[in-house]
């Protein structure tokens, strides 16, 4: 029974292979797609100063500045990036731990990405990033530019790029110092003090206000910021009994008001994991120019459509934005009309803003899943951070580049096309029509090569 699961598995294969080559998504010779405008809320709608509605339909640049070792080339036994850079750190040293990050960051996302996510078609990207890519250690410790300045210019290239390629981006605090939740994608699992009553607890909302009063600051005025998401998913999976809505609803507000005295017209966005009726009415505390954002992790496409009712029935007023979203039905069989283009198709339908999870992913079934535009299933390149040498893990992770040779392109893509304007196939300039076909043929077949090692290994 074992073998005959394989064959047909490899039967599959070898149909997608020959009758679903992917298509590449590239801007032609990096051309800027225009100027961006400002973003602000016009009661459910997002416009630009124009008054023209902008939908956003985008990406999310996930395990870039904060990696998940399910979709990323690190092997922390789903602790979180935190372990991760504290074993480097105890192994290697400060300096030498953030050098190898920066390896991991400078390959991960690059310049083509921007240009590919362009020219597919998508208008935004969300930026996940957590409190240490700013600060080298728990206490605050600031990392300084050569001018002896904080350094936040990883995102100061990020939105140039997005300005270049006609991008909007969110900024997405996806970890903050002491865990915001229970799960390793906030940077340390089961080790939520966010939001504790004690002196350490609001020391940890102090230290996040602060990162949003700098990042504020910083980028007033920068079109290409289509909003601040202040948190991801706060008290995700934490027990019921320590759910402190209130406190989390008491940071938002100083939050807020933090961004506000340094840049009064940005867009800033809330979310109540997983309930948007765990965020106050808006009116009530004062709060103008804001987006409430939906993750939804669904097994049917009802229960997308009931949380959206429920949404909509609170009548606060706002643009709904489903940050993150994917069908949690195990296989396709039992995925009937709830399949991400069924999403899609009801988030176009009540004119709700999206980002698809994700990018690009790298665990044993990336490049063939419809979690990823770009996946990578080379088991060999996955980072074991207690035991690969130095030099071991800046060559595993400097082969990180999405057109490095090592991605291929997953099923996403497939599902998200029909419901971008401009999303169609955009060939590199010159190249053949032979090329392009060769071209793809070759990544799909490399695909092809590593799931039947995958299944007889």
Request: hydrophobic share 40%.
């Amino acid at each position: 029974m074992k073998n005959s699961r394989k064959i047909l598995s490899l039967a599959v294969a070898l149909l997608l292979l020959l009758t679903s080559l992917p298509p590449v998504f590239v801007s032609a010779n990096g051309a800027s797609a225009g100027a961006l405008s400002p973003l602000h809320t016009e009661g459910e709608k997002l416009v630009d100063a124009n008054g023209n509605e902008v939908r956003l339909r985008g990406v999310n640049l996930g395990g870039w500045l904060i990696q998940e070792d399910w979709f990323c080339p690190a092997d922390n036994g789903k602790r979180g990036d935190h372990r991760t850079l504290e074993t480097l750190i105890s192994r290697f040293g400060t300096e030498k731990a953030y050098e190898l990050y920066n390896v991991y960051w400078d390959n991960w996302i690059t310049e083509y990405d921007f240009a590919e996510i362009a020219g597919m078609g998508f208008n935004c990207v969300r930026i996940p990033f957590w409190y240490r890519n700013f600060q080298s250690d728990d206490n605050g410790t600031w990392i300084l530019n050569d001018a002896g300045e904080k350094d936040f210019s990883r995102l100061d290239r990020a939105l140039e790029l997005c300005g270049k390629y006609g991008l909007y981006a969110i900024l997405d605090f996806h970890g903050a110092n002491g865990n915001q939740g229970a799960q390793d994608h906030c940077g340390q699992k089961d080790n939520c003090h966010f939001f504790d009553l004690n002196a350490q607890g609001k020391a940890y909302r102090r230290q996040a206000t602060e990162i949003w009063s700098l990042l504020a600051e910083r980028y007033a005025g920068n079109a290409a910021v289509a909003m601040f998401d202040l948190l991801n998913e706060p008290l995700c999976d934490v027990n019921v009994l320590r759910r402190n809505y209130p406190v989390l609803n008491g940071w938002y507000d100083d939050a807020y008001r933090a961004i506000r005295a340094k840049d009064p017209a940005r867009v800033v966005c809330m979310m109540g994991t997983w309930d948007i009726g765990k965020l106050p009415n808006p009116v009530l505390k004062g709060w103008t120019n804001v987006v409430y954002q939906l993750h939804q992790y669904n097994s049917k496409i009802e229960g997308f459509q009931s949380r959206i009712d429920a949404s909509k029935a609170l009548h606060y007023n706002v643009p709904l934005y489903a940050g993150e979203f994917h069908p949690t039905a195990e296989t396709e069989e039992s995925r009937v009309n709830c399949t991400v283009g069924d999403i899609l198709a009801l988030y176009e339908a009540e004119g709700v803003n999206w980002t698809v999870w994700t990018w690009k992913g790298y665990n044993s079934w990336a490049a063939w899943a419809d979690w990823f535009i770009y996946g990578s299933t080379e088991a060999p390149l996955i980072v074991d951070p207690e035991k690969d040498s130095y030099e071991t893990i800046a060559e595993k992770w400097g082969a990180m580049a999405t057109n490095g040779g090592h991605f291929y392109s997953g099923h996403l893509d497939e599902e998200v096309l029909p419901f971008l304007p401009d999303g169609k196939e955009a060939e590199p300039a010159g190249e053949s029509g032979f090329a392009a076909f060769f071209r793809k043929l070759t990544r799909r077949f490399r695909a092809f090569v590593e799931l039947i090692a995958v299944l007889f290994t």
